[in-house]
């Protein structure tokens, strides 16, 4: 993958697919909330299960979230990736504060996971050193914000952890935070 080569500032989704001078090819984006089939021409998570499990949960039927873009492969010594995601039109909060503060809630519940944890590096630690949240403008029936989340690491296996970890929280743990108190 090459990161300098990533358009990570798009503002209107869906946007439209490209084909590179390197013959590399751009999809276009895919609103799989409407269109979950159309996963299949995600070419990027073809031979991951993983990253193709995690845009599929994300984008499934009961989710928060919904994605616009991703990418993976090898990139420099390690292996690289992102994807851009949001809360979709109908579960936006109201401001988008509750979306940039997404990333330290994800902290706190990896380290409440974890806090019986002695490996080192801590999971904490490693998810803070291995995950880069950014965010950007997005116009997707209403104007939003949007979340890109990189993550590397010098082994694949290690890149299907975070992706792993942030499938379950943004599809199980995320949601339930936001489902109304049981007694």
């Not at 909330?33 to 299949?40: D, F, G, S, V, Y």
């Not at 390690?78 to 979709?88: E, L, T, W």
């Not at 902290?107 to 019986?116: E, G, R």
């Not at 690491?153 to 489902?179: D, K, M, S």
Request: hydrophobic share 35%; net charge negative.
């Amino acid at each position: 993958m090459e990161r300098d080569n990533v358009n990570d500032n798009f503002l209107r989704f869906p946007y439209r697919k490209q084909i590179h001078e390197d013959g590399r090819i751009n999809n276009g984006g895919i609103d799989l909330t409407l269109e979950p089939k159309r996963i299949n021409e995600i070419h990027e998570a073809q031979n991951y299960p993983w990253l193709k499990k995690f845009l599929s949960e994300v984008n499934g039927p009961d989710g928060v979230f919904m994605t616009f873009g991703c990418d993976f492969g090898p990139y420099e010594n390690y292996y690289a990736g992102y994807f851009d995601f949001s809360f979709r039109p109908s579960s936006r909060p109201a401001s988008v504060e509750t979306l940039r503060r997404l990333d330290d809630e994800f902290y706190v519940w990896i380290s409440d996971l974890y806090s019986d944890d002695t490996s080192e590096p801590h999971p904490l630690d490693f998810s803070r050193a291995m995950l880069l949240w950014s965010h950007s403008p997005l116009e997707y029936r209403g104007t939003f914000d949007k979340v890109g989340l990189w993550y590397r690491h010098q082994e694949v296996g290690g890149c299907e952890w975070l992706v792993n970890h942030v499938r379950h929280f943004l599809v199980e743990v995320y949601p339930a935070l936001l489902a109304p108190n049981k007694k």
